[in-house]
């Protein structure tokens, strides 16, 4: 897997993650590093460049699921789609009839395929490079010149740190084996989320809920993800948020989803250990 190809220092956040890139130009350079990252596990070179392309690959593939997601919001609520800037949800007003219904399951059916394609991506799959491709070739041309800004942030890259994913899919496992479907909080839990949902051997799913960055009052759930979640009710469900200080995200995003299914547990790979809401099952505690 491409974690086991990762070295970083983790309490502090790299260089690379602050970066400004148009979404196409982005999906190529994916390309480019996966495609590096391949071709040298597949012929046995270990070199700094291995290194360099799987950290790069390491940090940009959670953006292919978190730019489609934005986008799907829009189009669930009827939201204006903005060339550099995530929705803010609070203030834009909203027309839920604005886009056809198949308007809305084409933004669905992208999430999802844009989600596999990352999760492939992170098991280096030779055959997501092609799905890549054709995710590409068929993005409406607003994507493909939207502005992706990346930015470091200390505690959602700590929780990247693939030792301590690790630590949290042993936890699950031992505590409630196989399960069927993660549930995280974007968009902090994408990078990790992807991970952890490859070790786990399960679906994994992104809804938006940020809290402090963007003051979501609430996880945003359209009709359509209601529906797909739905698929998922009498399943084993994790509901995960990266990291939990005091806490409060994760307790919300758990208060907001837990009636949807009848087996679900929280978790986190980080968590303080004074925070007053402690995840089912965490990673590592930090003080």
């Known amino acids: 897997m491409l974690e086991e190809h990762v070295y970083s220092d983790w309490d502090e956040p790299c260089s690379g993650l602050e970066f400004e890139m148009k979404y196409c130009k982005l999906l190529k350079e994916v390309y480019s590093a996966a495609s590096y990252c391949m071709s040298c596990i597949e012929t046995g070179r270990d070199d700094c460049s291995l290194f360099d392309s799987a950290l790069k690959l390491y940090i940009m593939a959670q953006a ?55 999760k492939s991506l992170c098991i280096l799959d030779p055959y997501s490079l092609g799905q890549l491709e054709r995710f590409r070739d068929g993005l409406p041309d607003f994507l493909k010149s939207f502005v992706y800004t990346s930015k470091k942030d200390k505690y959602t890259w700590a929780a990247s740190n693939p030792e301590h994913i690790k630590m949290l899919a042993g936890s699950v496992e031992r505590g409630i084996g196989k399960i069927d479907l993660i549930v995280g909080a974007a968009h902090g839990s994408i990078r990790p989320g992807l991970i952890l949902s490859n070790l786990l051997g399960c679906d994994v799913y992104f809804l938006r809920y940020s809290l402090f960055r963007r003051e979501d009052p609430s996880p945003i759930i359209s009709a359509s993800d209601k529906e797909f979640l739905s698929i998922y009710h009498q399943k084993k469900v994790l509901i995960f948020d990266e990291d939990v200080a005091k806490g409060i995200t994760l307790k919300n995003f758990v208060g907001a989803l ?25 990673g590592k505690m930090f003080y």
Do not use: W
Not at 101 to 112: F, Q, T, V, Y
Not at 261 to 278: E, G
């Open 64 to 118: 292919i699921p978190s730019v489609i997601l934005n986008y799907k919001i829009c189009i669930d609520f009827g939201l204006p789609l903005h060339p550099t800037e995530y929705i803010d949800f609070n203030i834009e007003e909203k027309d839920v009839d604005k886009c056809s219904l198949s308007e809305k399951r084409h933004a669905d059916l992208m999430l999802r395929r844009s989600i596999n394609i990352a």
């Open 258 to 282: 837990q009636p949807m299914f009848k087996h679900s547990s929280s978790a986190s790979v980080l968590c303080h250990y004074l925070s007053p809401f402690k995840p089912d099952f965490v």
